[in-house]
């Protein structure tokens, strides 16, 4: 009999397999034609830039062809966007598929990873596809980064440190003044990937941007992604900032195709809606605002907030979740850590509304 447990590469048996929040063929199975208001995975609430939509029915007719395996286009409209040359630009079938290229890049078994905790779980996950080890890094208090912390978790072993900023699940950031201290501290062999995959929600001065002088440093990778700002979590695409010879690396563990051709197009189109993204990040202000008020109002605690989300201390946080999906508003909670949280995605004003209705009689139905 085959014995697939022991031919399979060390380390692949303990990964846990990624659990998403329901999908909508899943919620209309479960509820049918009832309503539900789905605030668990950080989704744009505006829905996808009219001009990516209008991209995508343009690029139907043509689908028998294949993409552009280097997404030239694509990635010379990202190097515009950011004012870098087109060598410094990666694109990938989301940034979950940018982490994983990374992690083949550059991770051996015995390698090590430093991620912040609680985080986003895919740098782990980089790690154990090729049997790294991760070191978890505690945030510090009010869930701010301790980047002292963060330096003293890194070894001779380290190849990757990752800063999510603003941070999912907590919608904390790095400031500019721990990166600036964290790269003087850092040894030279590390790469330092900053996730920005809600930094452009964030109007916080002190965050920390990719710019040039962050770029000047050869060590640095920047993740930014599609989904979330700009709309576009279904078609997969997200790119990589980075210094020219790093992604030339990156660059040869990529699927020659790992970006489709709609998906291409639908991006560079995304990129040029300045009034879309002015009204997503619009709209993740008013609605921080919302939440902060009214959370306030019902005693209940909020962290920081700077992307789209908001993370919340009900108590009991899978109590809290399921009393919730009765009512039929979804959220997320199960982050390590983080038992007496949830964490709520900023719906239309309506959606928003309905959910704080539904927290408010889950709340009062507790005492
Ligand atoms: C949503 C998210 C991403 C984006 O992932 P994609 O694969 O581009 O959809 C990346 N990092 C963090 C922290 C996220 O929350």
Known sequence: MLDVARLVRPGIGDIEPYVPGLTDDELQKM???????????????????????????????????????????????????????????????????????VSETFLEPGDEVVVPHPSFSQYSFG???????????????????????????????????????????TGTILTRAQAEWLLQALPAHVVVIFDFAYNDYSLNPERVVGDEGLFRDERVVALHTFSKLYGLAGLRVGYALANESLLSYVNRVREPFNVNRVAQRAAAAALTDAAHRRASQEHARTSRAFYEAECQALGLRTTPAEGNFILVRTGDGRATTEALMKRGVMVRTGFAGLSEWVRITYGTPEENALCLEALRAVLAARV
């Open 31 to 101: 509820y049918g034609f009832r309503r539900v208001v789905k605030l668990n995975a950080n989704e744009n609430a505006l829905g996808p830039s009219p001009l990516a939509i209008q991209a995508i029915q343009q690029e139907l007719a043509t689908l028998h062809h294949y993409p552009d395996g280097a997404s030239e286009r694509l990635r010379q409209a990202i190097a515009d966007f950011h004012g870098l040359s087109v060598e410094r630009v990666l694109v990938g079938n989301g940034s979950d598929d940018i982490i994983k290229l």
């Open 127 to 169: 790690a154990a596809i090729m049997h790294a080890s991760v070191r978890r890094v505690d945030l510090g208090p009010d869930f701010s980064y301790d980047v002292e912390a963060i330096a003293d978790a890194v070894t001779d072993r380290t190849k990757l440190v990752y800063l999510c900023s603003p941070n999912n699940p």
